[in-house]
T-cell receptor, first 113, second 115 residues
Framework: GDSVTQTEGLVTLTKGLPVMLNCTYQTTYSPFLFWYVQHLNEAPKLLLK?????KRTEHQGFYATLHKSSSSFHLQKSSVQLSDSALYFCALSLSSGSWQLIFGSGTQLTVMP | GPKVLQIPSHQIIDMGQMVTLNCDPVSNHLYFYWYKQILGQQMEFLVNFYNGKVMEKSKLFKDQFSVERPDGSYFTLKIQPTALEDSAVYFCASSLWTGGSERLFFGHGTKLSVL
């Protein structure tokens, strides 16, 4: 069935370092991929999305490229800040006519001073 | 930006009782959703609601669950009767349109504890 895998549950980094949060998916349909971010005591909100193969999408310093050949949509940032500490969810939407988002288990990013 | 409000933020209830979770979606949105997140696990789709009707529901949306939005007021999720396995955080979301690329706006979630 359709699924999303985020391999890292917890990532801890020092401020200023680069980060990559992994996201792979499985589906037989044409995918839309999303990254949602949830800061402490806040609602999850959209960070970025894509359905275009091999095209980089960027927002607020974060970027990701959908690679259909490897079924991946990894989230990256070249230099993390303290304010980036949050829970990051990768999610998949399908072109199958279904209404639902399929979420990964989330990655908690903690940025240390 | 647009906000989805969920009331209450935390609800504690005895097993077998009824509970209603309330959601005030973004004002001009037309599509409404409930997601369930058990502690330590991913968010899972429960149901989608549009134009007064359930459009899609998952296997998690048990017979004890119901949703409605009477007269454009709160979008509610009712569980009657509750079971221990209903303990989770329930997220409401809304969107203006639907379709694969549509952005969902989420609330903060209601943490439901069934004792």
């Amino acid at each position: 069935g359709d699924s999303v895998t985020q391999t890292e549950g917890l990532v801890t980094l020092t401020k200023g370092l680069p980060v990559m949060l992994n996201c792979t998916y499985q589906t037989t349909y044409s995918p839309f991929l999303f990254w949602y971010v949830q800061h402490l005591n806040e609602a999850p909100k959209l960070l970025l999305k894509s359905s275009t193969d091999n095209k980089r999408t960027e927002h607020q310093g974060f970027y990701a490229t959908l690679h259909k050949s490897s079924s991946s949509f990894h989230l990256q940032k070249s230099s993390v800040q303290l304010s980036d500490s949050a829970l990051y969810f990768c999610a998949l939407s399908l072109s199958s006519g279904s209404w639902q988002l399929i979420f990964g288990s989330g990655t908690q990013l903690t940025v240390m001073p | 930006g647009p906000k989805v409000l969920q009331i209450p933020s935390h609800q504690i209830i005895d097993m077998g009782q009824m509970v209603t979770l309330n959601c005030d979606p973004v004002s001009n949105h037309l599509y409404f959703y409930w997601y369930k997140q058990i502690l330590g696990q991913q968010m899972e789709f429960l149901v989608n609601f549009y134009n007064g009707k359930v459009m899609e529901k998952s296997k998690l949306f048990k017979d004890q669950f119901s949703v409605e939005r009477p007269d454009g007021s709160y979008f509610t999720l009712k569980i009657q009767p509750t079971a221990l396995e209903d303990s989770a955080v329930y997220f409401c979301a809304s969107s203006l349109w639907t379709g694969g690329s549509e952005r969902l706006f989420f609330g903060h979630g209601t943490k439901l504890s069934v004792l």
